[in-house]
């Protein structure tokens, strides 16, 4: 690891920090949004993501993330890591294998689920229905950063452990109060 969590925090915050009127996938509105391909395609903010989200994969087999965005997140802390991961689909394709989750297998094993920007957790809750249908044992959902709106709140009343590598008042968008 390179970074201080102060200093990947500062860095995305620099790289993805945009304000102004969004509508988020849980249908929120927000004054401000992480753009998580500006900080995901920045090498050193995803290599650093990578070391730490591979923290959290201590007693996991298989690392999995969702399509679209947590699919960098999962490859870098496979990367970090050296376990191997897989990517849960929203959907099934009409094509090729037509799977719901590619890569690894993750029947039997114990997964670590990375999602990039936690609000209320919805997607990552989907892929972790996915991955337990498919016969996995996810170990705990880590986001890259948590807005602080519910999302451990959401995980927690499903079942499952929370991890945040940050969160909004490491990003300084939120106060401590």
Avoid: C
């Avoid at 620099?14 to 988020?24: K, S, T």
């Avoid at 849980?26 to 990578?50: N, Q, W």
């Avoid at 999602?115 to 705990?140: H, W, Y």
């Amino acid at each position: 690891m390179g970074m201080t969590k102060q200093q990947l925090a500062r860095r995305i915050r620099q790289v993805a920090y945009l304000e102004g009127d969004f509508v988020l996938r849980s249908g929120r509105r927000s004054r401000y949004y992480l753009d998580k391909y500006l900080f995901e395609t920045a090498p050193d903010i995803l290599a650093e993501l990578g070391w730490r989200l591979a923290e959290s994969a201590h007693d996991a087999e298989v690392i999995a993330g969702a399509e679209l965005g947590a699919v960098a997140l999962a490859a870098a802390a496979s990367l970090a890591a050296g376990k191997p991961f897989a990517i849960v689909r929203k959907a099934e394709k009409d094509h090729g294998t037509a799977r719901l989750i590619e890569g690894a297998a993750v029947e039997g094993k114990k997964v670590l689920l990375v999602e990039d920007v936690g609000t209320t957790a919805g997607a990552a809750l989907e892929a972790a229905e996915t991955l337990a249908k498919a016969g996995a044992k996810i170990s705990r959902i880590v986001f890259a950063v948590d807005r602080m709106e519910g999302a451990r709140e959401n995980v927690e009343a499903a079942g499952y452990e929370f991890q945040a590598v940050l969160n909004a008042v490491d990003l300084g968008i939120k106060s401590h109060t």
